[in-house]
């Protein structure tokens, strides 16, 4: 069994406007997760520095960020990063230049789970359904021109309000959408921005959305996880 999970933790400022990186941390403690995938992880400007401190991350101890060599000072691409745990090894990664309208893109890692092999993808999609269709085909289009073949995770902040149209059609093909339930805005969750998709050969054990007290006021997305089985 894997957790994995997916944050849009707006670059660690919470609906109290409050800039606290250790109070996400805090809530993705809460979430216990193996691999999560956070959004909006870089501040937006200058040197486009990680949101959550690195030696925050590093006194953390309990999850390390997925290096991309991607030039910038952040731990990601375009706000994308992905933290796994140390038990878990990384083959392989990359960030996905995606069409955009906005500055938006994905990142993909493929790592090593006990014996099995499995690929996550994180992504980040924009607010024009024109484009976001557009994305997620280059994001499937990326997924299948890799050499090797193996479980594959897609999860994100698709910024889709439809509940079964708009760009998740694109993914039915090959993937199921896992129900974790409405995740924006955290205070009054509606929207299901918040998406998990897998592949046919995993299994969806439990899944679920965030809720908390803390989560409600750390950013204004809550957390979306599942539990997966090989």
């Known amino acids: 069994m894997i957790r994995v999970a997916s944050y849009n933790i707006r670059k660690a400022?919470?609906?109290d406007r409050l800039r606290r990186p250790e109070r996400i941390l805090s809530v993705i403690d809460e979430v216990q997760p193996d691999i999560i995938a956070l959004q909006e992880a870089d501040?937006?400007?200058?040197?486009?520095?990680?949101?959550?401190p690195l030696e925050l991350l590093d006194n953390h101890g309990e999850l390390r960020p997925v290096p991309f060599s991607t030039g910038q000072e952040g731990i990601g691409w375009h706000g994308n990063a992905i933290l796994v745990r140390s038990h878990i090894k990384v083959l392989d990664c990359m960030p996905l230049d995606i069409p955009s309208l906005e500055p938006r893109g994905a990142v993909l890692v493929e790592c090593r789970v006990g014996k099995q092999d499995l690929r996550i993808v994180g992504m980040h999609l924009d607010l024009s359904g024109l484009w976001r269709k557009r994305q997620v085909r280059a994001i499937l289009d990326a997924v299948l021109q890799r050499p090797e073949k193996m479980p594959t995770i897609l999860m994100g902040d698709l910024n889709e309000w439809a509940r079964h149209r708009g760009c998740l059609v694109e993914f039915l093909h090959d993937y199921r959408i896992v129900f974790t339930g409405p995740s924006f805005h955290s205070q009054r969750p509606v929207a299901r921005l918040?998406?998990?998709?897998?592949?046919?050969?995993?299994?969806?054990?439990?899944?679920?959305?965030?809720?908390t007290a803390q989560a409600k006021r750390a950013s204004d997305h809550l957390p979306v996880w599942a539990e997966l089985a090989f």
Do not use: P, Q, Y
């Open 43 to 52: 501040r937006r400007f200058g040197a486009r520095k990680s949101a959550l």
């Open 194 to 211: 918040d998406r998990i998709m897998v592949g046919e050969d995993l299994r969806i054990l439990r899944s679920g959305t965030h809720n």
């Open 13 to 15: 400022i919470g609906t």
